[in-house]
C-alpha cells in the first residue's frame, strides 16, 4: 500500500488543521487498521489515532475529545480532523497502514509537518 499524506502546516494554538492520506495499490483497502502516528523532534514516534476495520476507534490520551479519525473505504483515504491544537502537538505526522491481525504496519506515509505556534 502507498500512501500519501497532505494537509499539514502552521497554525495557531486554539486552530484546526484536517490530514488526508491517500492510499493506492490495494483493492482490500477496507481490510487494513488506518493510523496517524506523528514524531516530535527527540521524541520517539507515537500512535496518535487508529481506525479498524470494525470502523472502532482508538486515541491517544492528549487527543481525545480534540482529533477524530475518519475513513473513505470508497475513496481509500483517512482523514484526522484536529480542533483546539496545542503548542504540544507539533509533530511530523504519519499515515499508516497495518493489515488486518498484523502486528505492525505495512506501510508508511513521507509524513507531514503540522506546526502548532503563535
Known amino acids: 500500500v502507498h500512501l500519501v499524506e497532505s494537509g499539514g502546516g502552521l497554525v495557531q494554538p486554539g486552530g484546526s488543521l484536517r490530514l488526508s492520506c491517500a492510499a493506492s495499490?490495494?483493492?482490500?483497502?477496507?481490510?487494513?487498521?488506518m493510523g496517524w502516528y506523528r514524531q516530535a523532534p527527540g521524541k520517539q514516534r507515537e500512535l496518535v489515532a487508529a481506525?479498524?476495520?470494525?470502523?472502532?476507534?482508538t486515541y491517544e490520551d492528549s487527543v481525545k475529545g480534540r482529533f477524530t479519525i475518519s475513513r473513505d473505504n470508497t475513496k481509500k483515504m483517512v482523514y484526522l480532523q484536529m480542533n483546539n491544537l496545542r503548542f504540544e502537538d507539533t509533530a511530523v505526522y504519519y499515515c499508516?497502514?497495518?493489515?488486518?491481525?498484523?502486528?505492525?504496519?505495512?506501510?508508511w506515509g513521507q509524513g507531514t509537518q503540522v506546526t502548532v505556534s503563535s
Open positions: 481506525m479498524y476495520t470494525s470502523s472502532s476507534t
Open positions: 495499490g490495494t483493492n482490500i483497502f477496507s481490510m487494513y487498521v
Open positions: 499508516s497502514a497495518k493489515f488486518r491481525g498484523r502486528p505492525e504496519p505495512d506501510s
